[in-house]
């Protein structure tokens, strides 16, 4: 019996979907973002920028930034109850404010 193949991107097809509103060229402006450490991000991956894209596991999680690795950020993330780093370019980050900030500043010993 054959085996079902197993790589990085097995599983994805609906999350890494491009809308044909976002087909296109990439926004400059999302590839130069900067992000100071402890800002609350969003881990939005965009599907075709491949370079720093993290595990699709993490699509829609937010997170602490912890430091920078290259051009790429260092983000805490919880999966499931262990605290997890995920590196990842900014084009897949998005910065979070508002009630998102407020909600994770009163559980700051999870993150």
Partial sequence: MPRRS???RSGTHY???IKSRDKGAHNIAKQLQDFKKEDIVMIRTIANCHSG???SRFLGKQGKIVGKKGRCYAVSVLDGSK???VVAHPVHLQKLGGLAVQISKTN???V
């Fill in 15 to 17: 999350k890494l979907r």
């Fill in 83 to 85: 605290a997890k780093i």
């Fill in 6 to 8: 197993g790589g990085l």
């Fill in 53 to 55: 894209m993290p595990n």
């Fill in 108 to 110: 700051e010993g999870v």
